[in-house]
């Protein structure tokens, strides 16, 4: 069980944009800036794309880009490439313990 | 070049225990919050514990509450997990994580497998 939801997979062709939700609560998304996103390939670790809802990493591609509208998150791939296949995570700060833990489910692109 | 590299993983029957380890380079780990994150086969991701710059606080998450330990050596640039009264459900592969702000986990190890079986 996650705290946060996302979708279990979303699609789109290459060139096409894709955006990935991350639905939170008051205690969490909503109160705090602090929303990261991870991307995951098959076999390989976790890699920081977005941190603080919409800053990039230094070396992670301006085609992704975050944003955050009351508890919802979203993370958003334009010019979608084949080498954007992977699992995608969120991930979110809140004060205080947690039975589920800060990340979300996870979202699975493909690209078609 | 900046890295995190884990270590310890294995196979372990259920009770038993194991200890993790994760040491540091390249970057100021005495001054880092650091994580531990698992992965289950085929599942997503789940924050473990994670432990102050200091080693003077640490959190879990409340299934391995009283059966894991997170500890820390400034001094050997290393993290640890030390694991206790394993479960099946403790199958996983295990990342060490750099905290740098509020769960921005910036710095990622490569990952160590345990498996926890009879």
């Known amino acids: 069980q996650s705290a946060l939801t996302q979708p279990a997979s979303v699609s789109g062709s290459p060139g096409q944009s894709v955006t990935i939700s991350c639905t939170g609560t008051s205690r969490d998304v909503g109160a705090y800036h602090y929303v990261s996103w991870y991307q995951q390939k098959p076999g390989k670790a976790p890699k920081l794309i977005i941190y603080e809802v919409s800053k990039r990493p230094s070396g992670i591609s301006s085609r992704f880009s975050g944003a955050k509208s009351g508890n919802t998150a979203s993370l958003t791939i334009s010019g979608l490439q084949a080498e954007d296949e992977g699992d995608y995570y969120c991930?979110?700060?809140?004060?205080?313990?947690?039975?589920?833990?800060?990340f979300g489910g996870g979202t699975k692109l493909t690209v078609l | 070049e900046v890295q995190l590299v884990e270590s310890g993983g294995g196979w372990v029957q259920p009770g038993g225990s194991l200890r993790l380890s994760c040491a540091g380079s390249e970057f100021r780990f005495s001054k880092a919050w650091m994580a531990w994150v698992r992965q289950a086969p085929g599942k997503g991701l789940e924050w473990v514990a994670n432990?102050?710059?200091?080693?003077?606080?640490?959190n879990y998450v409340a299934s391995v509450r009283g059966r894991f330990t997170i500890s820390r050596d400034n001094a050997k640039n290393s993290v640890y997990l030390h694991m206790n009264s394993l479960r099946g459900e403790d199958t996983a592969v295990y990342y060490c994580?750099?905290?740098?702000?509020?769960?921005?986990?910036?710095?990622w190890g490569q990952g160590t497998r345990v498996t926890v079986s009879s």
């Open positions: 991930c979110t700060y809140m004060y205080g313990s947690t039975l589920e833990g800060p």
């Open positions: 432990i102050k710059e200091d080693g003077t606080a640490e």
């Open positions: 994580a750099r905290d740098a702000a509020y769960n921005k986990f910036d710095i």
